[in-house]
C-alpha cells in the first residue's frame, strides 16, 4: 500500500507509541486518524502533525464500548470516505502478582476487576475496532491492513497475567483475521514491542524496569519511531499478512 494520502486508524494515538506512529506515517503522507479517551493528549498529537502539514483527525471513544466503536468508525467513513488502515494499538496495564504468598499464607492475587479491565480494552478492544475497521473497508470497496500491537509479554511476563494474555491473543486475532480477511483484500499483521521508552514502561516499578532493562541485549530501551517504522513496513509490504514482528532488542522473557 502506498500511504500517500492513506487514512490510517491509530487507537490510542493521542500518546506514547500511538502518538510517534501517527507522525511517523504523516510524514510519509497519510492521513492519521487518532481515536482515544484523553482530549488534552488528541490535541496535542493533531498539534504535532499539523506541524509536518498534515491534517491529522481526532475522536473520543470507549474502544472496549460496542455501540461507542460503531458510531465513531461511522463517523471516520462520515468524514473522511474510507479507511485503509487500523492501528491496534490502545492498552493499559493493571499489573499484579497472580498469587503473592509467604511461609504458605496467601497475601495477594490479582482480581477479577485488574483482569476484566485489562482484557476489556486490550484484546476485547482490538476485537471490536477490527471488527469495525474490516466492515467498512468491505463496504467501501478497498483494500486494507490492519495491525495489532501485541507485546514482548506475550510470551508471559511475571505480574502481567491479564496484560500477557490480552497480548497472545491479539497475535491469534492477527493469524486468524490474516486467514479469513485475504479474499477481501485486507492483510493484518501485529508488532510485540519490547521495552520501549514511553509513559507506561517509564511508571514501571523502578527495580522492575532496571532488573529488566539490564538483561537486554541491544542495552537500551526502544524508541517509539521504532515500532512506528515496523508499522510503516507492514502497511507498505503487500506480501506480508498474518505474522507478527517483533522488535524488542533481542530480549526474550
Ligand atoms: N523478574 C523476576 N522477579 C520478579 C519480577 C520479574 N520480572 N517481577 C516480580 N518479581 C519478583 C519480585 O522480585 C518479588 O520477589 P521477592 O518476593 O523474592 O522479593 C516477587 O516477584 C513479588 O514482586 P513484588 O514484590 O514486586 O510484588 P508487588 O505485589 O509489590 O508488585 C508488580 C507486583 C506490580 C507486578 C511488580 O512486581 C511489577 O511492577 N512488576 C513488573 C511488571 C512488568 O514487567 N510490567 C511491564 C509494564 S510495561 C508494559 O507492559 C509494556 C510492554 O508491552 C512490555
Redesign the pocket.
Known amino acids: 500500500m502506498h500511504l500517500n494520502e492513506k487514512v490510517i486508524v491509530i487507537t490510542g494515538g493521542g500518546q506514547g507509541l500511538g502518538r510517534a506512529m501517527a507522525l511517523f506515517l504523516a510524514e510519509k503522507g497519510a492521513t492519521p486518524v487518532l481515536i482515544d479517551m484523553n482530549s488534552q493528549a488528541l490535541e496535542e498529537t493533531v498539534r504535532l502533525c499539523h506541524e509536518k502539514g498534515v491534517q491529522a483527525r481526532a475522536y473520543i471513544a470507549n474502544i472496549a464500548d460496542e455501540a461507542a466503536v460503531e458510531e465513531v468508525f461511522g463517523n471516520i467513513v462520515r468524514d473522511l470516505g474510507a479507511i485503509h488502515g487500523l492501528i491496534n494499538n490502545a492498552g493499559i496495564?493493571r499489573?499484579?502478582?497472580f498469587i503473592?504468598a509467604k511461609d504458605g499464607e496467601v497475601s495477594?492475587r490479582m482480581s477479577l476487576e485488574q483482569w476484566q479491565q485489562v482484557i476489556n480494552v486490550n484484546l476485547t478492544g482490538v476485537f471490536l475496532c477490527g471488527r469495525e475497521a474490516a466492515t467498512k473497508m468491505i463496504e467501501g470497496g478497498n483494500e486494507g491492513v490492519i495491525i495489532n500491537i501485541s507485546?514482548?509479554?506475550r510470551a508471559g511476563?511475571?505480574?502481567?497475567s491479564n496484560?500477557s494474555a490480552a497480548?497472545a491473543g491479539v497475535v491469534a486475532l492477527t493469524t486468524t483475521w490474516g486467514k479469513e480477511l485475504a479474499r477481501y483484500g485486507i492483510r493484518t499483521g501485529a508488532i510485540a514491542?519490547?521495552?520501549?521508552a514511553t509513559e507506561?514502561?517509564m511508571s514501571?516499578?523502578p527495580?522492575?524496569l532496571d532488573?529488566?532493562a539490564a538483561s537486554i541485549p541491544a542495552k537500551r530501551l526502544g524508541e517509539p519511531s521504532e515500532i512506528a517504522s515496523a508499522v510503516a513496513f507492514i502497511l507498505e509490504n503487500d506480501y506480508f499478512t498474518g505474522r507478527v514482528i517483533e522488535v524488542d532488542g533481542g530480549l526474550r522473557l
Open positions: 496495564t499489573d499484579a502478582m503473592k495477594k507485546s514482548i509479554s511476563n511475571m505480574g502481567q496484560y497480548k514491542p519490547g521495552f520501549i507506561m514502561v514501571m516499578k527495580e522492575a532488573k529488566m
